[in-house]
Nanobody
Framework: QVQLVESGGGLVQAGDSLRLSCAASGRTFSSSAMGWFRQAPGKEREFVATINWSRSSTYYADSVKGRFTISRDNAKNTVYLQMNSLKPEDTAVYYC?????????????????WGQGTQVTVSS
């Protein structure tokens, strides 16, 4: 069993930066792929970024490529999402997710464990 707790969300202005953190409990974190997803009001949950267990592979949604960076610290059981040049359309609840596996995974259905989410609001 893995428990995930996100933090770092907030209200910022367009162009600002935020760093989200996701702390994981459980002994399988270091062998798990991690992902960030987001869900805006009235929309489906969508993929944002993913990183594999060894940090050798990352993958991003086109909408955030070049602005967001995913990273992880296996010693701290934590995954991060650095978000720069934020836009109003980035406003959403951001969720981290976890699953066993050596690859990167980009769909909601591929993940087994989810955090409770953290709100990010970007004003124009």
């Amino acid at each position: 069993q893995v428990q995930l707790v996100e933090s770092g969300g907030g209200l910022v202005q367009a162009g600002d930066s935020l760093r989200l953190s996701c702390a994981a409990s459980g002994r399988t974190f270091s062998s798990s792929a991690m992902g960030w997803f987001r869900q805006a009001p009235g929309k489906e949950r969508e993929f944002v970024a993913t990183i594999n267990w060894s940090r050798s592979s990352t993958y991003y949604a086109d909408s955030v490529k070049g602005r967001f960076t995913i990273s992880r610290d296996n010693a701290k059981n934590t995954v991060y999402l650095q978000m720069n040049s934020l836009k109003p359309e980035d406003t959403a609840v951001y969720y981290c997710a976890c699953r066993r596996g050596i690859a990167v995974y980009t769909t909601v259905d591929e993940y087994d464990y989810w955090g409770q989410g953290t709100q990010v609001t970007v004003s124009s």
